[in-house]
């Protein structure tokens, strides 16, 4: 069976895979797209990934990741939004280069607590300021920061932004070509408000993402590693995927699993079985096709 | 120092020092109420522990707990229902024995999705149809329901009741002497909507219980004894305990802490050990104080 042509491999899933196993085991089987991270784009080089990406003939749905700028005023901060303007134009030249319908979107994580602070107010009106500062850069260059809200279980260490309705809050001031969120299924199964925040992202036009990975129990030892293969445990996908389309999202779907036991299995048998998942357990050729 | 006050000590902080030593250890510090559990309170039976309650002296500020009613329609609801009734029960009976300002409060953990299932929509409404049915029972009682919103990680596995603001709208059709909420810090610091939801709470008179402890990181491997002591984790209290203050609470403030390493020591050293960063860390006597 060919796999949903929607289907997107975040190259978290396949994380031991250099860039160019990468590339060639998603383009191998069939998949369309590929979702990027820094990391090993840099291994390679900017230049040399921008070619390897056309040469794969995949689209890109996103790169992964800028963000982590809870840091109170100093060189820190100063250090982390630059770093974040390095990212906007990786993002944009990697999407210049993928195949048609690439996304120039770029998925920012805000970052946790600063070291010994407490202060979640401020940590998160650093983050609005930060996107503030940014959004003049990312408009330049084409690209759309996507605000990615992390399970509530990260608010601490991870992310400061913990729902997609805080997401929205963040992303609304700005116009929706530049700043819009991250749908992902499992930092945001659990909300009783999702369908309704869902809806409003779709009507601003603000899903920049659609990610999918499964919630399963119990949770691991490293809560970062808790990612589960559709399927294997507790959300129901369709309903979800439905509201997603629903809110006019049609763009590439992307699986991005943190899971040792899966990093530890041959690349290709993950994006084959990722594949099958997809289809089993998504609910996107029912729910997302015209 | 004499321990605040308004500290009561859920029995879950010294979990492992049987009903008898757990009166003991708490009214020999000072501290001047305890939250009972329905376990110990069984080992000794209803009766002896009423007697031991009274003769101790100590306010009781709620029993825990009732709830797990996800369950679908059959034996096996039934049997939940009928626990939660006898639950009502106790805590009446617990709450006349108690010194003068004990609260008769059972604090409802609502349950995860049942086994197999993936309906979080289903749970969450048959929770609603449980609390339904169990009001009467509780005003006849003269008892508070307090429905405790958990953490968003317990939401597949313990708890489909996983926001403030969702706790709120399960209470608010009915009268709010026999159905409120559980404020507790561990589970709901992290929600960009607290104070708001907290407010909300205030106006209809909702808060049945205020229960402390703090978010450490990392994560233990067993995410359920993963609380820890006030000051030793990420949660800033007194913008909380102000908020639970300005929202008409006046009542006991318990202190429930699960952890291996609490649960091991000497249960007289952690109730002195949390009078103290009580006092320190969870801004009551500057808040709540008139």
Not at 55 to 63: A, E, I, N, Y
Not at 104 to 124: H, I, K, N, Q, T
Not at 130 to 155: K, N, Q, S, W
């Amino acid at each position: 069976m060919t796999p949903d042509p929607r289907l997107s491999i975040n190259q978290a899933t396949i994380k031991y895979a250099a860039l160019a196993d990468a590339l060639g085991v998603v383009a191998a089987a069939g998949v369309e797209a590929i979702g990027l991270w820094r990391e090993p784009v840099a291994e390679v080089g900017l230049d040399a990934a921008v070619r390897m990406l056309a040469d794969s003939g995949l689209r890109v749905s996103s790169l992964c990741r800028g963000g982590f700028f809870t840091a109170p005023e100093g060189a820190q901060r100063r250090a982390a939004l630059d770093e974040n303007r390095r990212a906007i134009e990786e993002t944009a030249a990697l999407a210049a280069a993928g195949a048609p319908g690439s996304a120039a979107v770029l998925v920012l994580v805000a970052g946790g607590l600063p070291d010994g602070s407490r202060d979640l107010v401020g940590a998160r009106r650093r983050v609005a300021d930060a996107i503030a500062e940014l959004e003049p850069d990312a408009r330049a260059a084409g690209v759309t920061l996507a605000i990615e809200a992390l399970h509530p279980m990260y608010a601490a260490d991870r992310a400061v932004v913990s729902t997609l309705g805080q997401a929205l809050d963040l992303a609304e001031p700005f116009p929706s070509e530049s700043v819009g969120v991250v749908v992902d299924t499992f930092h945001l199964w659990w909300d009783p408000d999702l369908s309704a925040q869902i809806a409003r992202a779709g009507r601003g036009g603000r899903i920049a993402s659609y990610q999918v990975c499964d919630w399963v129990t119990p949770l691991p030892a490293d809560v970062l590693l808790a990612r589960g293969m559709m399927g294997d445990g507790h959300i129901d996908f369709a309903p979800i995927s439905a509201a997603v389309a629903e809110a006019g999202y049609t763009s590439d779907v992307e699986v991005e699993i943190f899971n040792e036991a899966i990093w530890a299995a041959d690349p290709a048998a993950v994006v084959a079985r990722t594949a099958q998942a997809f289809d089993r357990a998504v609910g996107l050729r029912s729910a997302g096709r015209a």
